[in-house]
């Protein structure tokens, strides 16, 4: 402890958004944190999502520092959160970005083997089969099959937000619960990744740039989303702990 569950969102785009980018370079522009202090303890949240028209990657990287910093166990699922990290690392030697604390930083988090880091797809590849799964260890698919499977987690007061069923009675994903918002003549709802680096980039550079109401609302639509995105983890691990008498 502290155990946190980290989760990023960055997109790679042919044409950049800032100046001096390469074309697919990326821009990681939203991560979310949910952490538990201690056993027993409850569940935090942390989120940060850029919402300036600056190259993101560096304040990107300085306030997870100041969120998980040196100490505790950090939760991912597939290596992604790790390469992203690998590579802000080699865009502040090319930008010249002069900061030794945060790049000794990203040294030490993106060193192969590092013991904080524990990817939770590859225990699930290793560890875990669940017949809805269906073969696939995505996320958006371990889910569910934990969620139908484990009541407890379903009585859990953190995610109670997350308890939906369809008209037949029939229980909903977690994912399948997030509330669409209207946005101009559409409602708009954010699930999956590809979604996300569409919204921000509408928020960010498209007509929503101008409407501060547009822009709040795809901003509420990026929250939403990678929060449950490390909610998520946090409910696969509790399951998996659980169900092994381990807190």
Not at 103 to 114: E, V
Not at 172 to 181: A, G, M
Not at 215 to 239: F, G, N, P
């Amino acid at each position: 402890h502290p155990l946190n569950f980290i989760d990023f969102e960055a997109s790679r785009l042919a044409i950049p958004y800032h100046i001096g980018m390469h074309p697919y370079e990326i821009a990681a522009f939203q991560w979310s944190c949910h952490a538990l202090r201690e056993p027993g303890g409850s569940l935090e949240h942390d989120e940060w999502l850029n919402d300036e028209e600056a190259f993101p990657n560096f304040a990107f990287a300085r306030s997870l520092k100041g969120q998980i910093g040196d100490t505790g166990t950090v939760y991912i699922w597939s290596h992604y959160e790790v390469d992203v990290l690998r590579e802000i690392r080699r865009q502040m030697d090319e930008y010249g970005e002069k900061d030794h604390d945060l790049a000794a930083w990203l040294d030490r988090m993106t060193t192969k083997g590092n013991p904080r880091i524990v990817d939770l797809c590859e225990v699930a590849r290793k560890y875990y089969f669940h017949p809805a799964m269906k073969g696939s260890l995505s996320i958006k698919d371990v889910l569910p099959a934990v969620w139908g499977a484990d009541a407890d987690l379903r009585a859990d007061p953190a995610f109670a937000e997350y308890v939906g069923r369809d008209s037949e009675g029939k229980l909903l994903n977690p994912y399948d619960t997030l509330p669409p918002l209207p946005i101009g003549e559409k409602e708009e709802v954010v699930e999956e990744g590809t979604g996300a680096m569409r919204v921000y980039q509408e928020m960010m550079f498209g007509v929503a740039a101008g409407d501060p109401t547009a822009r709040e609302s795809y901003r509420h639509l990026l929250l939403q989303y990678c929060r449950l995105d490390t909610a998520a983890m946090v409910m696969i691990w509790k399951h998996w702990t659980r169900t092994r008498g381990i807190e």
